[in-house]
C-alpha cells in the first residue's frame, strides 16, 4: 500500500488528466475538425508510447494469439467509436455536458452486467441506474438550445455513443486482463486503433494543422500525452496498488473536476440543469457502483 501523499497525488491528477480532458476537446475543436483533432491526438500518443516501450519492455504489445480478435474490439471501440463520436457531439453541446455523460459508462456496463452476465439487479442497482438516466434527460433537454453555448440532442446524443462503447471495451477486457498486463491491453489498444483512423486522413488535415495556434498544440499535447498516455500509466499503478474502493475514487472526481473547470476556463455557465444532472449521475453512478465491482474510468 503506498503511503497517503502518493495516493492522494496520483488521484488528484488522474482527476485533472481526464476532467480537463473535456475542456482540450472543446478548446481544440474551436481550429480543428472532430477527425483532425482525433488523429493528431493519437498520432502523439503513439509516438509518446513508444518511448515508453524503449524503457518499459511490460508495455509493448504481446498478446495471446487466440485473444488477439478481441484486441481489434477493444481497438475499434476504444479508439474511433469512443472519440470520433465525442468529439464531434463536442462541437453541439458543452464539456460539462460531455463530462456528465462520459460518467455513465461505470452505469451502463451495470446494465451490460444484468443483461449479459445474468448479474442480480438490486434495489439500489435499479435507483442508481434509474437517477443516472434521468440526469441524462434532463441535460437533453433541459439546457438552452441558443444562445452563445449551442446544446442540441444531436450532440448529447453522439457524446453517449462514447460510455456505450467504453462499455463493449471494458466487458470485452475484463478476460483479457487476466491473461496479460494492463499496460500491454491498453498500448496494443491505442496503437492498433490509432491504425483504424489512417484512412480519414486527407488534405484538410494539414491546412488544419497548419493553421493551428500554439494554445491548440498545447492542449493536443495535454490530450495525447496527458490524458491518453500518462493518464492510463497512473491509472495502472494506481489499481495494482490500491483496492477497488479507493481506485473507484476516480469515477466521481473526473465529471466533477470536467464541470468545473468547464465553468472557469471555457466559461460555460453553471446552469440549474447541468447542477441537477451533476447530482442525478454522480449519484447514481455511486449506486450501483456499491454492488458492482469497480471499472476504470473512461478518459475523455
Known amino acids: 500500500m503506498p503511503r497517503r501523499g502518493p495516493l492522494l497525488a496520483c488521484l488528484?491528477?488522474?482527476?485533472?488528466?481526464?476532467?480537463?480532458?473535456?475542456?482540450?476537446i472543446k478548446e481544440t475543436l474551436a481550429e480543428l475538425s472532430p477527425t483532425t483533432l482525433t488523429l493528431i491526438r493519437f498520432a502523439i500518443a503513439d509516438v509518446t508510447l513508444l518511448g515508453v516501450m524503449v524503457f518499459m519492455p511490460g508495455a509493448r504489445p504481446?498478446?495471446?494469439?487466440?485473444?488477439?480478435?478481441?484486441?481489434?474490439?477493444?481497438a475499434l471501440t476504444g479508439v474511433p467509436l469512443y472519440h470520433l463520436p465525442l468529439n464531434w457531439g463536442e462541437t453541439r453541446t458543452t464539456a460539462q455536458v460531455a463530462s456528465?455523460?462520459?460518467?455513465?459508462?461505470p452505469v451502463l456496463l451495470a446494465v451490460g452486467a444484468v443483461i449479459f452476465l445474468k448479474e442480480r439487479l438490486t434495489a439500489a442497482r435499479i435507483v442508481g441506474i434509474a437517477s443516472a438516466f434521468a440526469g441524462v434527460v434532463i441535460l437533453t433537454l433541459g439546457t438552452p438550445q441558443g444562445g452563445a453555448v449551442q446544446i442540441t440532442p444531436a450532440g448529447v446524443l453522439a457524446v453517449a455513443i462514447a460510455p456505450i462503447a467504453w462499455t463493449v471495451y471494458t466487458l470485452v477486457a475484463k478476460p483479457l486482463m487476466r491473461e496479460t498486463q494492463p499496460l500491454r491491453v491498453t498500448s496494443s489498444t491505442i496503437l492498433i486503433g490509432s491504425l483504424t483512423l489512417l484512412p480519414l486522413i486527407s488534405g484538410d488535415t494539414f491546412s488544419e494543422l497548419g493553421a493551428a495556434s500554439p494554445k491548440t498544440w498545447a492542449w493536443l499535447a495535454l490530450l495525447g500525452i496527458g490524458s491518453s498516455v500518462v493518464g492510463y500509466l497512473l491509472f495502472i499503478w494506481l489499481i495494482q496498488h490500491v483496492d477497488a474502493s479507493q481506485s473507484g475514487i476516480v469515477l466521481y472526481l473526473v465529471p466533477i473536476v470536467g464541470v468545473l473547470a468547464s465553468g472557469l476556463i471555457l466559461d460555460e455557465p453553471l446552469g440549474w440543469a447541468v447542477i441537477v444532472a451533476a447530482i442525478l449521475v454522480i449519484g447514481g453512478l455511486a449506486l450501483t457502483q456499491r454492488t458492482a465491482p469497480q471499472v476504470p474510468a473512461p478518459e475523455a
Open 100 to 105: 456528465l455523460i462520459v460518467a455513465m459508462a
Open 62 to 74: 504481446k498478446l495471446p494469439r487466440a485473444q488477439r480478435w478481441r484486441i481489434l474490439i477493444l
Open 12 to 24: 488528484a491528477a488522474l482527476a485533472l488528466l481526464w476532467g480537463l480532458a473535456f475542456v482540450g
